[in-house]
């Protein structure tokens, strides 16, 4: 019997379980990045967003921006797990040659909207896909998932003033607020504090949740409360590498590679 990607606990499980053996494979990096939103991507490609494998490029789907780009493992693992590409396509991740490069790439990658790694830009190119919905397919909804570290960029601020301002409410923002960024705590970087103040001062709804909790995420997701044409900013709590113990609140998995004992290690404590 095929295993039920609706699940998003299981596909949660398998987006964790393919991204350690890409990561492996290519001695690359970012687990801990890739692990801290997997729950949010498997909510969203469980079933909440509107969008079709056989049919990437629907006029009317839904559009998902993951602007913390170097969690590319996580993005492709989870398309390849609901049927965008094969799963044969996550054996070639970073390899010269081969679609899925090590950060999130359009090209040649079907159910990926835009290329993104250079941190700051996602919501931006949000913003501009949700006008054009609101103009031409109001059914339509944007997300962007957003890393804690990436609002240190100026640009982000720019682009939730203009969402407030123009009332796009299609548009749902997702920060993956773990805590860690590439040289530190975020508290100790450039601190984010009042966080969900700043996203009401521009004129945004805005809730804290449990980015580990399935059904906390999708009822966010699902809330209809908000105010007219407010866009919404899912700020949710996570933990960088989530999922192996010996990952989680370890800023080193931000850039480490698993070898093959710590690879065995944690595939087998994600299937316990």
Same mark, same amino acid.
């Given at each position: 019997?095929?295993?039920?990607?609706?699940?998003? *606990?299981?596909?949660?499980?398998?987006?964790? =379980?393919?991204?350690?053996?890409?990561? &492996?494979?290519?001695?690359?990096? &970012?687990?801990?990045?890739?692990?801290?939103?997997?729950?949010?991507?498997?909510?969203?490609?469980?079933?909440?967003?509107?969008?079709? !494998?056989?049919?990437?490029?629907?006029?009317?789907?839904? =559009?998902?921006?993951?602007?913390?780009? %170097?969690?590319?493992?996580?993005?492709?693992?989870?398309?390849?797990?609901?049927?965008?590409?094969?799963?044969?396509?996550?054996?070639?991740?970073?390899?010269?040659?081969? !679609?899925?490069?090590? /950060?999130?790439?359009?090209?040649? @990658?079907?159910? @990926?909207?835009?290329?993104?790694?250079?941190?700051? /830009?996602?919501?931006?190119?949000?913003?501009?896909? *949700?006008?054009?919905?609101?103009?031409?397919? !109001?059914?339509?909804?944007?997300? @962007? #998932?957003?890393?804690?570290?990436?609002?240190?960029?100026?640009? #982000?601020?720019?682009? *939730?003033?203009?969402?407030? %301002?123009?009332?796009?409410?299609?548009?749902?923002?997702?920060?993956?607020?773990?805590?860690?960024?590439?040289?530190?705590?975020?508290?100790?970087?450039?601190?984010? $504090?009042?966080?969900?103040?700043? +996203?009401?001062?521009?004129?945004? $709804?805005?809730?804290? #949740?449990?980015?580990?909790? %399935?059904?906390?995420?999708?009822?966010?997701?699902?809330?209809?409360? =908000?105010?007219?044409?407010?866009? =919404?900013?899912?700020?949710? /709590?996570?933990?960088?590498?989530?999922?192996?113990?010996?990952?989680?609140?370890?800023?080193? +998995?931000?850039?480490?590679?698993? $070898?093959?004992?710590?690879?065995? *290690?944690?595939?087998?404590?994600?299937?316990?």
């Amino acid at each position: 019997m095929p295993t039920d990607m609706s699940n998003p *606990a299981t596909l949660a499980k398998e987006v964790r =379980r393919a991204v350690l053996g890409m990561v &492996h494979r290519a001695n690359a990096s &970012h687990v801990g990045g890739c692990f801290s939103m997997a729950d949010i991507l498997a909510v969203l490609y469980g079933g909440w967003l509107r969008v079709r !494998p056989d049919d990437p490029a629907w006029a009317d789907r839904d =559009r998902l921006v993951v602007s913390k780009g %170097h969690a590319a493992a996580a993005v492709y693992a989870v398309l390849s797990k609901v049927g965008f590409f094969p799963d044969s396509w996550l054996d070639g991740y970073c390899e010269d040659g081969q !679609p899925l490069a090590g /950060h999130v790439s359009s090209t040649g @990658v079907p159910g @990926v909207e835009v290329s993104t790694g250079s941190l700051g /830009h996602g919501l931006s190119i949000g913003c501009g896909l *949700a006008m054009g919905a609101q103009r031409t397919c !109001p059914e339509s909804r944007t997300v @962007v #998932i957003l890393s804690d570290g990436e609002l240190d960029e100026g640009s #982000i601020w720019e682009a *939730a003033l203009f969402a407030g %301002h123009h009332k796009l409410g299609q548009l749902t923002a997702i920060i993956d607020f773990n805590k860690i960024q590439s040289f530190g705590a975020v508290t100790d970087v450039l601190c984010l $504090d009042p966080l969900a103040d700043k +996203w009401r001062a521009a004129n945004w $709804d805005v809730q804290e #949740i449990d980015g580990h909790d %399935h059904a906390a995420i999708a009822a966010a997701l699902a809330d209809g409360g =908000r105010s007219a044409g407010a866009p =919404r900013a899912l700020i949710a /709590h996570t933990v960088k590498g989530k999922g192996v113990s010996f990952m989680e609140n370890d800023l080193a +998995w931000h850039y480490k590679s698993p $070898d093959t004992a710590q690879l065995a *290690a944690a595939l087998a404590e994600l299937d316990a």
